[in-house]
C-alpha cells in the first residue's frame, strides 16, 4: 500500500513564489506557490533517511519476456523490512512507467543503447517495499520520449510517491510526521535539471532550504562502469558526454542548502563522505536492476545506505546494509558484506581526509 503524505509543493515561502513566478524551466512554468507556514522549532528528533541506487525492475521493451517472474511482486521482498523501516526512502528510477508501447528514442550508437520500460503497476512494487521518493533525473527518463516522461510522472502521482529532477518537476516539497522535506535531482541528459548548470542548481535549492527542515538532493552524475568506480574529484567525460563532477557538485548543493547527497549512475559503488556535517554518497551503484544491466562482479554490489540524522539535517551515524544482485534476481541480503567493504576501501583511498569510519559490517560513525 503506498503511503500517504501531505503535499505542501504548492506552498512554500513567499521569496520562493516570487522566483519560481517569475522562472521557467524550457517554456514551462512551475505552478507559483503562495505562502508557508513557519518552519517548525529544532528539536532533539532523529530522522532516518535511507538511500539505494538505480531500480528498473524489468522491461517489457522491446519483449515481456524481459520481465522477472511472478510479475516482480518479490524483487524487492528481501529489502522491504529495512526501507519500511525509514522515515524517507529514495532511490533512482532507471526508465519510463508505460505499460503501452510507445516510441523509443534513437541511439547513434547502438552498442551502448539500452531501453527501458516498466509497467505501470510495477509503481506498486516500489511503493509496498516502503520507496517513498524517486529521482526522475537520468539517461533512461527519456526512453520514450516526451509521452513516456509524462505518463510516468501522471503514473507516480497516482500511486502517491515524490519524484524530482525534470525540468518541468525540479522539486518536491512534503511532510511527514511533522518534518518537511525537500527533494531536488539532477543529472546530465536532455530533459533533466542539469548538473553541469551549477548556478541554476545553486539557485534552485538556496530558495528551497528555509521552506523544509531536511533537503534532499540526488545527482545522476559520472562515468559509467567498472573502471570508474573512484571519485577523481574532476569533470568526467563518458561516451563523449560531461558527466559532471561528483565531488564538487555535492559540496556545491550542501553549501547552498542540502542536507544529504545521494548519487548514482556509475552502476558501481563510490565512496562516501561528511561536508559540513551533511553525509554524501557519491554512487549507490545498481540496487534493483533486473533484465539486461549487467550485475556481474561488483557492479551487483547493491548498498542500502542508512542515515540517521538530526532535524537540522546533521549526519549523526549510518549504516550500510549490504546487498548484492545476482543475474536473475533482484537485491539479496549478502552476509559477506561486499557492498560495505567495497564503500569503506574506496572512501579510504579516495577521501583520506574525510572524518567518516566505516567498520567491516558497514557502520558508519564520525571519527
Known amino acids: 500500500m503506498a503511503r500517504k503524505f501531505i503535499y505542501i509543493g504548492i506552498i512554500p515561502l513567499f521569496m520562493i513564489?516570487?522566483?519560481?513566478a517569475t522562472t521557467t524551466f524550457s517554456g514551462v512554468s512551475h505552478p507559483p506557490p503562495t505562502s508557508a507556514p513557519k518552519k517548525p522549532t529544532v528539536d532533539s528528533q532523529k530522522i532516518l533517511v535511507m538511500g539505494v541506487g538505480d531500480i528498473m525492475l524489468g522491461s517489457n521493451y522491446p519483449s515481456e519476456h524481459l520481465l522477472p517472474p511472478k510479475d516482480g511482486v518479490e524483487l524487492l521482498k528481501e529489502a522491504t523490512p529495512l526501507l519500511q523501516s525509514a522515515d524517507i526512502a529514495f532511490g533512482n528510477l532507471e526508465g519510463v512507467l508505460m505499460t503501452g508501447k510507445g516510441v523509443p528514442k534513437h541511439c547513434q550508437d547502438e552498442k551502448h543503447c539500452y531501453v527501458f520500460k516498466s509497467p505501470d503497476h510495477y509503481v506498486h512494487h516500489l511503493s509496498a517495499a516502503g520507496i517513498d521518493?524517486?529521482?526522475?533525473?537520468?539517461?533512461h527518463t527519456g526512453d520514450f520520449g516526451q509521452k513516456g516522461r509524462e505518463h510516468t510522472v501522471e503514473v507516480l502521482k497516482k500511486e502517491g510517491l515524490f519524484f524530482?529532477?525534470?525540468i518541468e518537476y525540479p522539486y518536491s516539497l512534503f511532510e511527514r510526521k511533522g518534518v518537511r522535506y525537500g527533494f531536488c535531482a539532477f543529472a546530465p541528459n536532455q530533459g533533466t535539471m542539469s548538473v553541469n548548470d551549477t548556478d541554476r542548481a545553486i539557485d534552485l535549492i538556496s530558495r528551497l532550504k528555509d521552506s523544509c527542515d531536511i533537503l534532499i538532493v540526488s545527482m545522476h552524475i559520472g562515468a559509467e562502469g567498472t573502471k570508474y568506480n573512484h571519485v577523481t574529484r574532476k569533470q568526467e567525460i563518458f561516451l563523449g558526454e560531461n558527466r559532471g563532477d561528483p565531488y564538487h557538485f555535492a559540496r556545491l548543493v550542501i553549501d547552498a542548502g542540502a542536507d544529504i547527497v545521494?548519487?548514482?549512475g556509475p552502476h558501481v559503488v563510490r565512496a562516501v563522505d561528511l561536508y559540513k556535517g551533511r553525509f554524501i554518497a557519491y554512487s549507490l551503484g545498481n540496487f534493483a536492476t533486473y533484465g539486461t544491466i549487467n550485475v556481474s562482479g561488483i557492479n551487483g554490489y547493491a548498498p542500502l545506505v542508512a542515515v540517521e540524522m538530526d532535524r537540522n539535517g546533521r549526519f549523526l551515524r549510518g549504516k550500510i546494509h549490504s546487498f548484492i544482485q545476482y543475474k536473475g534476481s533482484g537485491p539479496k541480503?549478502?552476509?559477506l558484506k561486499h557492498a560495505a567493504k567495497e564503500i569503506r576501501r574506496l572512501s579510504s583511498q579516495d577521501i583520506p581526509e574525510s572524518v567518516l569510519e566505516i567498520d567491516s559490517v558497514g557502520m558508519i560513525k564520525i571519527k
Open 133 to 139: 521518493v524517486v529521482s526522475i533525473a537520468n539517461n
Open 17 to 20: 513564489g516570487i522566483w519560481f
Open 333 to 335: 541480503a549478502d552476509g
Open 164 to 166: 524530482a529532477g525534470h
Open 262 to 264: 545521494f548519487g548514482h
